[in-house]
């Protein structure tokens, strides 16, 4: 069983099994690390950078679902007027192998500790209906290396605000940046959550600022290890 299975077992949950939001929280916040904490703030921070740009949320690697429904939930206190689109795209199902090499032991070791399954997309959308959120969500399964350019090919209007980027291997982030990064506003924010991680998405990054001539700078928040991001110019 992974270590955050064992974890969840010892968690609060109500008469019917399900996890207690308000005891969750509590035991949350008394057995999680800084860095966790670090990551919620940094979310919250980088989305407060994107208000008042026109264009679109969207994320490319949902994996468990938390950090889309943290932006989701983000999205519902800063835009009640519903008028920012979230867009997650996934597999929705079991993590492929990787081809870069260098890839291969990172990611042995995401599988051990978190498991090699995406939450399904149906499973997420129940989710987001249950708690009012799922108007203005779109969850488009598939390998993004076919799926993005498809969905994009059918909005060709879209622009984006903000995107997240936590795609772990090489070839699917480097085919996220080719098909996400021509359409985010200026001033935008693309957030990498892999850069320090997984060596091919950082390799996918450099590779991308480099060949585009981009002079965008990698930042990151001084509180946080992670992620890093950048602000189009």
């Keep these: 069983m992974?270590?955050?299975?064992?974890?969840?077992?010892?968690?609060?949950?109500?008469?019917?099994?399900?996890?207690?939001?308000f005891a969750a929280e509590n035991y949350f916040y008394l057995?999680?690390?800084?860095?966790?904490?670090?990551?919620?703030?940094?979310?919250?921070?980088?989305?407060?950078?994107?208000?008042?740009?026109?264009?679109?949320?969207?994320?490319a690697g949902v994996f468990k679902g938390a950090s889309f429904c943290r932006f989701r939930?983000?999205?519902?206190?800063?835009?009640?007027?519903?008028?920012?689109?979230?867009?997650g795209f996934d597999i929705f199902g079991k993590f492929p192998p990787?081809?870069?090499?260098?890839?291969?032991?990172?990611?042995?070791?995401?599988?051990?500790?978190?498991?090699?399954?995406?939450?399904?997309?149906?499973?997420l959308l129940l989710l987001l209906k249950d708690q009012g959120l799922a108007d203005n969500v779109d969850l488009v399964e598939g390998d993004i290396r076919q799926t993005l350019p498809h969905y994009l090919k059918e909005h060709q209007q879209i622009s984006f605000a903000i995107v997240n980027i936590d795609l772990d291997l090489y070839e699917a982030t480097a085919a996220a940046l080719e098909n996400l990064f021509p359409l985010v506003v200026r001033g935008g924010i693309v957030i990498l959550d892999d850069y320090e991680g997984f060596p091919g998405a950082k390799?996918?990054?450099?590779?991308?600022?480099?060949t585009h001539k981009r002079q965008e700078r990698l930042l990151k928040l001084c509180f946080a290890r992670s992620p890093s991001y950048l602000i189009k110019e």
């Design 31 to 59: 057995h999680c690390t800084p860095d966790r904490v670090a990551k919620f703030l940094a979310h919250a921070k980088l989305y407060e950078m994107s208000l008042g740009l026109p264009g679109h949320f969207a994320e």
């Design 2 to 21: 992974p270590p955050d299975a064992k974890r969840a077992q010892g968690a609060p949950k109500d008469s019917k099994g399900c996890l207690d939001p």
């Design 73 to 87: 939930k983000l999205g519902r206190l800063f835009h009640p007027d519903h008028t920012r689109r979230f867009i």
């Design 98 to 123: 990787a081809e870069y090499g260098p890839d291969k032991q990172v990611l042995d070791i995401l599988w051990a500790s978190d498991g090699d399954t995406s939450i399904t997309r149906q499973a």
């Design 203 to 210: 390799r996918a990054v450099d590779e991308y600022l480099a």
